[in-house]
Each structure stands twice: as C-alpha cells, then as structure tokens.
C-alpha cells in the first residue's frame, strides 16, 4: 500500500458517510409515503451533494501523484468530504419526519449554517491546490466556476423565500454538472 492509498482510506469512509447520509435520507422519506412535492428543491440539493461527493471521490485520484505527504496537506485533502458530510446532515437531518412543507420550512429556517459551509467549499479547493499542488488559483475556468459555487451561497443564505432557494438549488445543481461535465469527464 503506498502513500496515497493510505490516504485515500479515510477519504472513503467520509465519502461514504455522505452518500449514506443521503441515501438513507431519500428512502426514509420514500418509505413514510410523505407529500413532498413542495420541498422538490430540497431533492435538487441531494442530488447536488451526491454529485459532489461522487466528485471528489473522481478528483481525488489527480492527488496520487503527490510525491510528498505532509499532515497539513493530508488535512487539506480531508476538508473538501467534511464539509460534504455536514452538508448531507444538514439538509437531510437523522431525524426526519417531516412532510413537504415542513422539510422546507424546516431547512429554510436552518438554512445558515448550511450556506455558510456551502461558501467554503470554494476555499477548501483552493487550499487544496495550493498544498497539494503547490499552485495558487488562476483566473481560468475552474477558478470561476468554484467562485460562482461561492456566489450561489450568498442569496442562500439571506433569503427566505422557497423561490430563492428553489433557484439557488437549481442553478447550483447546474453550476456541478457544467464544472464536472467541462473539466473533469475523465480522469488524468
């Protein structure tokens, strides 16, 4: 086993935490027979975060070829699934039973702290590449599609209205498809 698959072991089970913490969320609402038709937003943001963390399970294989590995770096490697799984908590919490209306009102009313991790997704990414690449952002594509992730917090976060976090939810669910879809279709 070398360095990186040594590394990569604790990258899976946070990941697989994550994916979990979805899953199981969905079916729990499935299983209940709620009417969730009025919080199918909240579905786009599963979806979203299932996305993501399928995501970073493909990026992190660019990682392997990190020839020196430092805890700082390793912990920089870990920030991206943490924030994936507190996400996947947030937004379908283990103690659900709740229909439509109420996991909207429910999410919405708690919805700050899930936008504000949502805003250091970008930062963490860009520690990432800064530790492990040795790199800095540059003004590319990638750069502006993770700041646009960044942007998408901000009406997230101050609004409480379902139509603002319905479009947030859409646009953001997009946003992952257009950046996985532009830049990360294989692996390199």
Request: aromatic letters at 16%; glycine letters at 4%.
């Amino acid at each position: 086993m070398d360095e990186f698959e040594y590394i990569s072991v604790l990258l899976s089970i946070l990941i697989g935490l994550g994916v979990t913490q979805l899953l199981s969320g969905i079916a729990r609402l499935i299983r209940d027979g709620r009417a969730l038709r009025p919080a199918w937003w909240i579905f786009v943001i599963t979806a979203t975060l299932l996305l993501g963390n399928f995501q970073v399970w493909w990026i992190a294989f660019f990682w392997r070829g990190v020839e020196e590995w430092t805890f700082f770096s390793y912990v920089t490697f870990m920030i991206q699934p943490v924030l994936l799984y507190l996400l996947a908590y947030l937004v379908l919490p283990a103690d659900l039973h709740l229909d439509g209306d109420a996991l909207a009102r429910a999410f919405i009313a708690k919805r700050k702290p899930f936008y504000v991790i949502v805003a250091l997704v970008p930062p963490a990414t860009f520690l990432q590449q800064w530790m492990l690449a040795h790199s800095a952002p540059q003004p590319d594509l990638d750069t502006g599609l993770r700041l646009a992730w960044f942007a998408l917090a901000l009406p997230g976060y101050l609004s409480e209205r379902v139509r603002v976090q319905a479009a947030v939810a859409t646009a953001s669910f997009l946003l992952l498809f257009v950046y996985i879809s532009l830049l990360f279709l294989r692996i390199h």
